[in-house]
Nanobody, 123 residues
């Protein structure tokens, strides 16, 4: 399974961006999928994840109420709608998929990872 992120960019504080993650195979539609981010000098951290059927979603406390995760299995694509962006959201955002997770938030042990897309929020 290959994952390709898109939609990153530069935005002013308070602005919005929508990230997309396209999976290379329909097998990924049976996997939990999620987003992680890594700021310079920091560890990669969980942002949000969604179960294979979209029935449950999970968010880091830092993004609750501002970010929305969703997926369209027919298009093999997952999304992250990011609103009211803050400078501390600046990071490389990674898409991930986990073939064994049924419920609960994803972790760094996920099977598949994208290459990342840069999000920069100016103050």
């Amino acid at each position: 399974v290959q994952l390709v992120e898109s939609g990153g960019g530069f935005v002013e504080a308070g602005g919005s961006l929508r990230l997309s993650c396209l999976a290379s195979t329909r097998f990924a539609t049976h996997f939990a999928m999620g987003w992680f981010r890594q700021a310079p000098g920091e560890e990669r951290k969980f942002v949000a994840s969604i179960t294979w059927d979209g029935g449950a979603v999970y968010y880091a406390d830092s993004v609750k109420g501002r970010f929305t995760i969703s997926r369209d299995n027919a298009k093999k694509t997952m999304f992250l709608e990011m609103n009211n962006l803050k400078p501390e959201d600046t990071a490389v955002y990674y898409c991930a998929a986990d073939s064994t997770l049924i419920l609960g938030p994803m972790n760094l042990g996920s099977d598949y990872w994208g290459q990342g897309t840069q999000v920069t929020v100016s103050s």
